[in-house]
């Protein structure tokens, strides 16, 4: 039974800050099907529809559980004033359907609605924020099960992940509970407390460990739960269509300014600096990505570039609101680095990342979260701050590839019985005629 909202969730509306965050919403959203571009110009020929529509269909499924019980479990208590379960996750019930976020009352002869904390942006327009960066989120771990896994058992892994692995994430990091600067958290803990928060509060401000270090974790989780397609490692898989997989690069670094800069909640001086700091990182990234493969290979190529531009954009989220310009550059042009020298990984370990999620969004995530500990000019070593920064954050990205990990293990293995894999001659001939009946380019 919900019960009615504490009065002083309730005030006036910003129309401007309102509109900022709605269209920040609708780039991030625009992100899910550029990732169907990138993912589907990836993959091969007879594997392109599957691979879009794994995308597609997190879209669909993550809406609508996020509008049933996924806000609530990740930000319900904040809204409701109700104490979360152990720091973990709020009650999936609370806010059951996000029908009260839409309350309204009268005070003084004017309109009050549903606020989302200190902001003046109601509640209603954050969950629409907060509902396209889950999407993103499932949808970046199709990318390392590609063309092997059956339809249906997907679907149902997205539900499941985004209830049991990635609002639970959201609220430890972002709803007050165990990674955040809450005065119960890990940070507290370890380091103590002022005015009732961590004295050092941890630093994601776009969703480095929420989304990227969550997916690629889980991506891995997955890949070898699963298995390796047929032939990997005899095989070489070549992307089917590079200008798809430029044209999915674009529209995602585009869609990631609502990611990033959104993020600020307003446009304000940090929302630029956001901007800036994106942009930054990202064109560093794509310069350390194809000198690697010049140095290695003497060829930079168009896959590297668009490979690049997602690395850097990975690698800043977490940071960007938190460093200098020159500093993006840096973290930029490491995190370029380092997914070029990772995604060889697979080839050395035998798992079968299909699209290089763990190399990309694992590593780049893992890199930029760590990276705020160095070069936040704010608390970062190399800006002679002490060490607590960096300890704060190498915790929590230790901590979200636990939690991840381990429910995603848990969630892989029980659908077990539903069937994960293919026909063997299914995956032969084509995923996309087996699983959908259709083909993505006619013989004419």
Not at 25 to 42: C, D, E, R, S
Not at 194 to 207: M, N
Not at 321 to 328: C, D, F, I
Not at 420 to 433: F, K, N, S, V
């Amino acid at each position: 039974m919900q019960s009615a909202l504490p009065d002083d969730v309730f005030g006036t509306v910003d129309t401007g800050d309102t509109a900022w965050l709605l269209i920040s919403a609708t780039l991030v959203l625009l992100m899910t099907p550029a990732l169907a571009f990138f993912y589907g110009g990836l993959a091969r020929r007879k594997s392109v529809l599957n691979m879009m529509m794994m995308s597609f269909a997190a879209l669909a499924s993550v809406t609508v559980v996020y509008v049933l019980w996924g806000f609530s479990t990740a930000f319900g208590d904040s809204v409701t004033g109700a104490d979360d379960i152990g720091g973990v996750f709020a009650d999936p019930f609370a806010l059951f359907g996000s029908g009260q976020l839409t309350e309204t009352r009268t005070v003084g002869g004017a309109a009050e609605t549903v606020l989302w904390g200190a902001t003046h942006v109601p509640a209603t327009a954050f969950l629409a924020f907060q509902l396209t960066f889950a999407v993103i989120a499932v949808a970046l771990v199709s990318g390392a099960i590609a063309e092997r896994v059956r339809f249906v058992t997907w679907v149902v892994f997205t539900v499941l992940f985004v209830t049991v692995v990635y609002c639970p994430m959201a609220h430890m990091v972002w709803g007050g509970g165990l990674l955040s600067d809450a005065g119960r958290s890990l940070s507290a803990w370890m380091f103590g407390v002022a005015d009732g928060v961590a004295k050092v509060a941890p630093i994601d401000f776009a969703g480095g460990t929420v989304v990227h270090i969550t997916a690629g974790t889980a991506g891995l989780v997955i890949a070898l739960v699963v298995g390796p397609r047929r032939g990997f490692g005899r095989t070489a898989y070549r992307p089917h269509n590079i200008p798809l997989v430029m044209l999915g690069a674009s529209l995602l670094w585009f869609g990631w300014f609502g990611f990033n800069a959104g993020s600020a909640l307003t446009a304000d001086a940090t929302a630029g600096l956001v901007w800036i700091n994106t942009v930054a990182a990202t064109a560093a990234s794509v310069i350390g990505w194809l000198a690697v493969e010049w140095i290695r290979d003497r060829h930079p190529t168009s896959v590297g570039a668009a490979s690049g531009v997602v690395a850097g954009l990975v690698g800043i989220t977490p940071a960007c609101g938190a460093l200098t310009p020159a500093g993006s550059l840096l973290l930029g042009l490491v995190a370029g680095v380092l997914s070029a020298l990772a995604i060889g990984l697979k080839f050395r370990y035998g798992f079968d990342d299909s699209l290089d999620v763990v190399g990309v969004h694992l590593v780049s995530g893992l890199w930029g979260t760590v990276a705020v500990g160095l070069l936040s000019h704010e608390s970062g070593l190399l800006y002679g701050h002490d060490y607590r920064q960096l300890v704060v954050q190498v915790v929590i990205a230790a901590a979200a590839v636990a939690v991840s990990g381990v429910l995603t293990a848990v969630i892989a293995v029980a659908l077990r019985p539903l069937g994960w894999r293919i026909d063997p001659e299914a995956e032969l001939t084509g995923i996309d005629a087996a699983e959908h009946a259709e083909s993505a380019y006619e013989a004419v």
